[in-house]
């Protein structure tokens, strides 16, 4: 395994309150995964984006915040927990 320190990434969790959009994971849920996988593949986890709009929305604050940080440098890239793929073995 080699080491990723070197690159930085966010987190992002998101839970949406529009039941028609409803995650299956709790946002707590999905932050543990997502640290466990983190912590197993070595990677560096800079800061956590946690949102509860609907990705249906346009204008998610918490969202644009989080890609501006990776456009200034910030971290290299977004780890997020995915449905329908368990990262954690």
Do not use: C
């Not at 990434?9 to 999905?30: N, P």
């Amino acid at each position: 395994m080699s080491n990723n320190f070197s690159q930085k990434f966010f987190l992002y969790a998101r839970k949406s309150t529009d039941e028609a959009d409803r995650q299956v994971l709790s946002i707590e849920a999905q932050l543990t995964e997502v640290r466990e996988y983190a912590q197993k593949e070595s990677l560096a986890i800079v800061k956590e984006f946690i949102e509860t709009k609907s990705a249906k929305q346009p204008g998610r604050e918490i969202f644009e915040k989080m890609l501006a940080g990776i456009e200034n440098g910030e971290a290299n890239g977004i780890l997020s927990w995915h449905p329908f793929v368990s990262i954690v073995s």
